[in-house]
C-alpha cells in the first residue's frame, strides 16, 4: 500500500470532523504498526537506561496544548525524536531489572482491537462477548494451574461457586480480597459496622511486596495490627509457619481478631516461596482468610515442575497471578480467582436503577463489576485469550523453561567465579548474588563496591540491574525474561554487550 499523507485530525472546509474516518484508522494503523515493527528490530542497539533528566521532556515538546491539528506525520517524528529517547526499553533483551515485563505480538493485537472496540463492559448485557472470554480464558488459565474445580466460573457441573475476574494490578487483587475478608470477619463479629475493626489483624512476611501495606491502610486496617513477620536465610526468607502460628495465637488471646494472611510465591526481593500448603493450616484455626500473591512466578506455575510452589491451593481462599509479567501478555493484565464469589461480590456489588436489566435479574449472567473497585472495565480478556489461543500450551511453558535455563546458565557462571557469592538460592529465573567481601574489605565496603558496581553498569547503557537489600546485605538482582532475550544475551563472550558487559565490568572493578 502506498504511503498516505494523511491528516486525520484536520477537517476539510465544509465538512465535519471525523476522527474515525475509516481511511483515517487505515493509513494511521499502517504507521504505527511500522513504527513498532521498526521499535522491536532497533531496540537491542539504544541505551538501556535514556540519558535524560527529570523535567526533559517539557523541554522537547510544546508547554500548551496546540490549538491546530497537525499531520499524524508530525506527531509520529515528535514521538520518535523526543519520546523514544527518554524511554527505560523494558524490551530491550539487555534489560535484566525488576521483574520481566513481557509481551508479543498476539499480545499486541489483541490490545489494539480491544482498545478499537473500545467496549465498557461492567455488565453483561453491556459486554456479552467480552465477559464471556473473560469468564473462559480465566478458566483455561486455571485448568493450566491445576487449580481446584472450586477457583473454577464454570465446572462439568455447571457453574461453579468460585470464579475469576482480570483487574489491573496485583494491588487491586489484594484491595478486593481484603475488603472481602474485612467485611465478613466484622459479620462474624456481629459487628454491623466497622466499629470494630480496630480488633482485625493481618499477616504477611516481611518480604511480601510493599504494596500489600499500602492496600491495607487503604481498606481501614489499624496500622497496629499489620503484623510484618520477620524471615531469615534458615527458610530461604520464606514466611515460617510457626512464626505464623505463634503470632495469630497471641493475637487472638489478646481478643484481636486474624483475619487476613497474604502468602507470597516468588517475593520481588528475592524470590522467596511461602509454604502455602502450611500456611492455609494455621489460617484454619482462626477461620483467616488466605490470599495467594503469585504475580510473577505464579506463570511458571503452568508447567507440570513447577506446580508444587502452590501445593495447598485448594485450602486458600484467593490467588492472583500477573500474565503480564512473565506470561507474554501486555500491561495490564492481573488474573484473581476466588474459591466463593459471593465472599467478593457481597463486599463489592452495587446495583443501580441505571445498570439493572434482564440478564442479571435472571442470575444466569456474570456481572464483573461486582468484583472489582470501579465500574468501568476493558476487554483485558481477548489479549490474554489471543496469547493462548496462538501461543498453546506448549510453547508458553517452551518460553518459561528456556528463561529459567538461561537464569541457571548465569549462576554457574557466578559460581563459578570466586569472588562472587550467590545471596539466596535461585527461584525461578531470578539469581541474587553479589561481590563476596573477602580479605580486608568489610561487609560494609563490600556493599559500596556492589552499589559503584551496579551504577556504572547501568549508566553504560549496555545493560540494566536492580538490587535489593538480603540479610542486611546489598544484592544484585539479575532478573531473565525479557521476551526478546535469548541465550546469546548470557553467554555472549565479548564485552560489547549484555551479560558478559556484566562480567567483564566486574573484572574491571574488582582488579
Given at each position: ?199 482485625l489483624t493481618v499477616y504477611a ?151 439493572k436489566n434482564d440478564a442479571t ?76 567481601a573477602c580479605g580486608a574489605m ?70
Open positions: 500500500m502506498d504511503s498516505v499523507d494523511t491528516n486525520p485530525a484536520a477537517s476539510v472546509e465544509g465538512c465535519s470532523f471525523q476522527p474515525l474516518n475509516p481511511e483515517d484508522v487505515r493509513a494511521c494503523l499502517y504507521k504505527a504498526a511500522d513504527f513498532i515493527t521498526d521499535y522491536y528490530i532497533s531496540i537491542e542497539s539504544m541505551p538501556v537506561l535514556p540519558d535524560v533528566k527529570p523535567g526533559y521532556l517539557r523541554n522537547e515538546l510544546m508547554a500548551s496544548p496546540p490549538e491546530h491539528s497537525a499531520p499524524f506525520d508530525v506527531t509520529m517524528k515528535e514521538l520518535r525524536t523526543s519520546v523514544v529517547p527518554g524511554m527505560m526499553h523494558w524490551a530491550n533483551p539487555n534489560f535484566f531489572a525488576f521483574f520481566p515485563s513481557t509481551n508479543s505480538a498476539a499480545a499486541i493485537a489483541g490490545e489494539l482491537i480491544a482498545s478499537a472496540m473500545n467496549t465498557v463492559g461492567f455488565t453483561w448485557q453491556a459486554a456479552p462477548a467480552a465477559t464471556e472470554m473473560e469468564v473462559l480464558v480465566l478458566d483455561w488459565l486455571a485448568q493450566l494451574l491445576r487449580l481446584p474445580a472450586s477457583f473454577m466460573n464454570r465446572t462439568s457441573a455447571g457453574h461453579g461457586t468460585g470464579g475469576g475476574v482480570i483487574l489491573g494490578t496485583t494491588s487491586e487483587a489484594m484491595l478486593v480480597t481484603l475488603v472481602a475478608a474485612r467485611d465478613a470477619a466484622l459479620r462474624r463479629s456481629g459487628s454491623n459496622g466497622v466499629d470494630r475493626i480496630t480488633r512476611s516481611n518480604q511480601t511486596h510493599s504494596t500489600f501495606f499500602k492496600a491495607c491502610r487503604l481498606t481501614d486496617f489499624d496500622p497496629a495490627n499489620l503484623r510484618s513477620i520477620p524471615t531469615g536465610p534458615e527458610t530461604d526468607y520464606g514466611l515460617d509457619p510457626a512464626k505464623l502460628l505463634e503470632i495469630m495465637h497471641a493475637d487472638f488471646r489478646a481478643s484481636l481478631v486474624p483475619t487476613y494472611i497474604c502468602a507470597t510465591v516468588g517475593t520481588t526481593s528475592s524470590n522467596a516461596v511461602d509454604p502455602v500448603g502450611a500456611v492455609a493450616d494455621v489460617a484454619a484455626m482462626f477461620n483467616a482468610w488466605v490470599h495467594v500473591d503469585a504475580a510473577y512466578a505464579g506463570s511458571a506455575c503452568i508447567c507440570p515442575e513447577f506446580r508444587h510452589y502452590i501445593d495447598g491451593v485448594e485450602h486458600v481462599d484467593s490467588i492472583s497471578m500477573s500474565p503480564h509479567k512473565w506470561l507474554l501478555t501486555c500491561l495490564d493484565c492481573t488474573c484473581l480467582w476466588v474459591r466463593n464469589t459471593h465472599r467478593l461480590t457481597d463486599a463489592l456489588q452495587m446495583n443501580p436503577e441505571y445498570l435479574e435472571s442470575g444466569m449472567a456474570t456481572d464483573l463489576k461486582d468484583m472489582q473497585v470501579g465500574v468501568g472495565r476493558r476487554f483485558r480478556g481477548l489479549k490474554l485469550w489471543m496469547v493462548m489461543r496462538t501461543y498453546g500450551t506448549t510453547k508458553l511453558q517452551e518460553h518459561i523453561r528456556s528463561d529459567v535455563a538461561m537464569a541457571k546458565a548465569f549462576e554457574e557462571l557466578v559460581r563459578a567465579d570466586d569472588r562472587f557469592e550467590i545471596v539466596v538460592p535461585r527461584n525461578f529465573a531470578l539469581v541474587c548474588f553479589r561481590i563476596r568489610t561487609e560494609e565496603v563490600a556493599d559500596e563496591v556492589n552499589h559503584l558496581l551496579m551504577d556504572r553498569l547501568n549508566i553504560s547503557g549496555k545493560a540494566y540491574l536492580a538490587h535489593t537489600v538480603v540479610g542486611r546485605r546489598f544484592t544484585l538482582r539479575f532478573a531473565v525474561g525479557s521476551s526478546m532475550q535469548e541465550e546469546r544475551h548470557v553467554r555472549r563472550r565479548s564485552c560489547n554487550n549484555g551479560v558478559h558487559q556484566l562480567m567483564c565490568s566486574i573484572n574491571y572493578y574488582c582488579l
